[in-house]
Structures are given as structure tokens and as C-alpha cells.
Nanobody
């Protein structure tokens, strides 16, 4: 069984930055893909950024140039550096892990609020 623990969310003013972390624990799994999703009130969950085990990244158009996803394979961790935050970035952010066997796991979510 895989567990994901997220951290780093909080309240920030527009134009500010936040760094999210997600660490996976458990045994008997190999990571293929990790990603960050977000869900704003009244909206569907959407992909923010993803990274494969070979380092290939993908970003939603609305965050390109502002957010950076990275991972530490040795720690089974993924990070999301968010800069130039806007009120529209306010959401609950979720970490996703997909194993090489195509099983998926979700984190519990972390609230990020961008407000003055």
C-alpha cells in the first residue's frame, strides 16, 4: 500500500510564492508518474503539472512559466514551486502517484489560498 503525505500549503498574497511537497511511503512499488492536480470550489479537479520517472514534464497552460514541478526519486517525492500566484490559483491541491503497474494513489489534499 502506498501513502502520500502533502505539505506546504497555506495563505499567500497575490504575486507571492508557495512550495508544495508530496512524499510517498510504503513498500513494493515503483513510481512511473507523479502529478499535481487542483480543485477550486464549484469546479472540476484539473491537472496542474506532471512529471514522469524519466523527468518529462507537462504543465497546464494557465500555470506555464509560473509553476515548476520536480521530483526526488531517492525520496519518492514530488514538489511544486508556485510563483507569481494569482487569486485564480486558490484551490485544494492534490498529489497523484501512478506506479509502473498503473495503480494510482491520491494524497489528502492541501489548501492553498491566494488573497490580499
Amino acid at each position: 500500500q502506498v501513502q502520500l503525505v502533502e505539505s506546504g500549503g497555506g495563505l499567500v498574497q497575490p504575486g507571492g510564492s508557495l512550495r508544495l511537497s508530496c512524499a510517498a511511503s510504503g513498500s513494493g512499488f515503483s513510481i512511473y508518474y507523479m502529478a499535481w492536480y487542483r480543485q477550486a470550489p464549484g469546479k472540476q479537479r484539473e491537472l496542474v503539472a506532471s512529471i514522469t520517472n524519466s523527468g518529462n514534464t507537462n504543465y497546464a497552460d494557465v500555470v506555464k512559466g509560473r509553476f515548476t514541478i520536480s521530483r526526488d526519486n531517492a525520496k519518492n517525492a514530488v514538489y511544486l514551486q508556485m510563483n507569481s500566484l494569482e487569486s485564480e490559483d486558490t484551490a485544494v491541491y492534490y498529489c497523484l502517484l501512478e506506479t509502473v503497474n498503473r495503480r494510482t494513489y491520491w494524497g489528502q489534499g492541501t489548501q492553498d489560498t491566494v488573497s490580499s
